[in-house]
């Protein structure tokens, strides 16, 4: 009669989450060990160790840092995710993408280059060096 509430439509790999709601302005430089929701809107930098959930009323005009990220709503920044970072359809994504791995639905839009590399900052256990967007070198 009654469903298990026990389970979790978000994995959290720290048991930690952040989230910032629909309605709420944030600021600033903003971190977190866990996992981020952002429904509101940022002004600043994102960066999580962790999971990181950008929902389609989200709007971020932040440079983005994370092990892994959904993006459905607007990010007005580069984006840099250590493992997969998936573009939803509803997604519009303005500036580079530096990503391990990427997901990119029929209709998501990202105006900007997409690197693939292994051992981005965000990256734990990994070894490499820091990889930055490249700045336009008048190809």
């Given at each position: 009669?009654f469903?298990?509430?026990?389970k979790?439509?978000?994995?959290?790999?720290?048991?930690?989450?952040?989230?910032?709601?629909?309605?709420?302005?944030?600021?600033?430089?903003?971190?977190?060990?866990?996992?981020?929701?952002?429904?509101?809107?940022?002004?600043?930098?994102?960066?999580?160790?962790?999971?990181?959930?950008?929902?389609?009323?989200?709007?971020?005009?932040?440079?983005?840092?994370?092990?892994?990220?959904?993006?459905?709503?607007?990010?007005?920044?580069?984006?840099?995710?250590?493992?997969?970072?998936?573009?939803?359809s509803?997604?519009?994504?303005?500036?580079?993408?530096?990503?391990?791995r990427?997901?990119?639905?029929?209709?998501?839009?990202?105006?900007?280059?997409?690197?693939?590399?292994?051992?981005?900052?965000?990256?734990?256990?990994?070894?490499?060096?820091?990889?930055?967007?490249?700045?336009?070198?008048?190809?």
């Amino acid at each position: 009669m009654f469903k298990d509430k026990s389970k979790t439509v978000m994995p959290s790999s720290t048991g930690n989450e952040t989230i910032i709601a629909q309605g709420v302005r944030v600021e600033g430089d903003f971190r977190s060990q866990g996992d981020v929701v952002i429904d509101g809107e940022v002004v600043g930098s994102v960066e999580t160790q962790s999971v990181l959930h950008v929902g389609e009323a989200a709007k971020i005009h932040a440079d983005v840092k994370a092990e892994s990220a959904v993006i459905a709503g607007e990010v007005v920044g580069n984006v840099m995710v250590g493992e997969m970072l998936e573009l939803l359809s509803t997604s519009h994504v303005t500036g580079d993408i530096v990503t391990g791995r990427i997901s990119i639905a029929s209709g998501a839009r990202m105006n900007g280059r997409i690197s693939m590399e292994d051992g981005t900052p965000v990256s734990r256990g990994r070894k490499g060096t820091e990889v930055t967007p490249q700045e336009d070198a008048g190809e």
